[in-house]
């Protein structure tokens, strides 16, 4: 038998040898892994650890085309530790300096280190950001040690990831420049110069500048929402963030296999409004034209369809939500959605309401005779005068007085109703209370308890007096007369969809109530195409081929305690087709007297025409058809008294 | 015969080394199992940030061209470079709401009825000459 190799004592000592060697590297393991392992691992807890947050992209506003009215844009905030860089970067620093935009002796001198004294000592918090370097992926990270909070919107800052050691602290982030955008940053980033950092965030954009600015509102630099449907939808837009806890190497390099918990981000929903914006761009180019050609205080013009969404609302004065920072204190009534937070006398426009109450209640038919020339009526044993007229009337159907816009027609339609009657029929068209519309904080507008009126109130209110109401509100009124009847509520947004364009919640028509039946609505309509008729009070609201419902306004304003005759608030509210009604546009001009024909600021002269021109150019846009000769409310117009 | 006293150390070293070749194959392969787990953990995160990244980059140029069709911005191309674009007006388009078919059986045969469809056509002799 052999001996083989063990024969050797050597043999012998190198397997000893082994065996010590083996024995003290497992002693050592049993060391670092059973004895001194609290230690150790308390020293590694300390630095290992971080925690990387993920900001959510906030969803998008989307139009009812798709067009992206208002979007997230991700941008960074490039910073410096200056203790961090190296000096074979140094001959980069030029081109990051040109890439920054920055003189290069600014940079140098923001790139010198710096200390700051200690500060008393302060509680502690939870987590502290460490910066991502130019050369990583992510968010903020966060390590786990107690420390000062450090802010991206700071420009310096001195927190350091180390345990507070006494003396000077080193100022381990000094900002460059912000609003970097991610393809610049893409630039800087592959320069690669060790303690050039980004911070990742993301920017509110509006592509389309002021367009639908009071709808949309905007978001400010905090990145909180603070008006219209910005912060109306918050809920949905803005996502949740998303944080993922992993460890970290000596380089502060992520260890992905170590991580132990993660949830993942999830961006917001995208809210897709009923608003076009080539309509919405239509009504705003109207509204510039009106501005530029009268020079009105104010101004609004609402469109929307049958179904109560609003298809373009747009106020002036407006402003560029991009820009909302730029808008100088004195004028930040401008930011205001005076569609719905604004009140005015809806003047003539109202008797819309006496007339359908007063048909409805079958108290008259559109061929009853009313006598327009009567200055005083008894009513409920009291003499009460009669409103004033523009000119002279004489005996009208009511027909007539809806076309001709008479005040005392419109006033004993109002006394016939009685004072509960009417008020019932006002609160009923969407007078005197919100009507819901979610952006804009929407007013209610006065209407006073019938109780409490005076009992002239009975001949003024038919006119659309001693009555406030937002634009909304009287569109929303003769929006009852283009749906036959039903009062809608005002609807905005259309869908609202998940980041995956699944949808989530689909928006659809919602009833307030039915205030008049069809057959009443239809005879209104039929009345209303008399305004826009020959003899009517705007024909300058006529457009050819269709047939067009509408009422004019002119109300005096309450200044310095008496009715104004040089300051009027010009109106024109109605629809067309008027058989079939496509679409519904309020125009109201607030104060536009000065530059208006004869000083004073009428419906027909101001408001009608920019209804005819808005109008006119829907057509195509919307493919509104004419109703031909078989109109049914033309036809009412020309047999019931519209024109005798 | 004589007894091999270092059979058994020779057994033992040969169990010992096949024990250490054993248990360090384990080890290492541990250990690259470990380094592939982790090659792949990272290659997974810098795949999910580049992602990100383009998707970020996607949404910016998304903006920017939206930006750069906003109407205002369009109106204003549409005078610089003097393309004389106007908005779209009504279309000259008669709407017929009235049966179609008849009303183009009326306007293809509009001549038949007419009085001069109605006059007998002249008729006339062509006389041979001999």
Redesign the interface.
Known sequence: MSRGFASSYRILLLGGGFLACFGALGARLVWLHVVDREERIKSVAKVRPMMVAEAARRGDILDARGARLATSRSEVVVGVDPHALLRRDEKKWPELAALLDMPEAELRERFTPRWREPAAPAAPVVAAPVMTPAGTEGGFQFNLTPAAPVSADRDEDDTDPEPAAPGPRPIRWVKLKEDVPESLHERIRKLNIQGVYGVREYRRVYPSNQLAAHLIGYVNREQKAVAGMEAYADFYLRGQRGWRLVERDGRNRELPQFGSREVPRVDGFSVTLSIDSTVQDIVEQELAYLAEKFEPLKASIVVSDPDGFILAMANYPTFNPNEFNKVPKAEEARMKNAAVADIYDPGSVFKIVPAAAALEERLVTPHTVIDCSLEKKLHNGRMLSLPGEDHRMGQLTVSEVISHSSNRGAAQLGMMLGEERLHRYARAFGFGSRLGFPVGGEVAGILHPWQKWYPIDITRIPMGHSVSATVLQMHQAMSVIATGGVLLRPQIIRQIRDAGNETVYAYQRAEIGRVISPETAARMAGMLVGVTRKGGTALEAAIEGFDVAGKTGTSQKFINGEWSRKHHIASFVGFFPAARPKVIISVIVDDADHRAPNGVAYGRTVAAPSFRRIGEQLIPILNIRSGGGSDRAGTIALSEGGRR | MKK?S??F??Q??VG?IVA?CFGGSIGLGTVWM?HQ??VT??D???LA??I??LE??I??K??II??E????KLRTLNVTLGLGLV?????PVE???ENVVERMARLAHRDLFTDAAARPAPVTFRIAQH
């Open positions: 091999d270092s059979a150390a020779n033992l070293l010992l250490i470990r787990i982790s953990a990272k997974n995160r810098d940030a580049q990100a990244r970020r980059l949404d910016e998304k903006t939206e930006t069709q906003a109407p205002d908005p779209m007006t009504q279309i709407h017929v709401t």
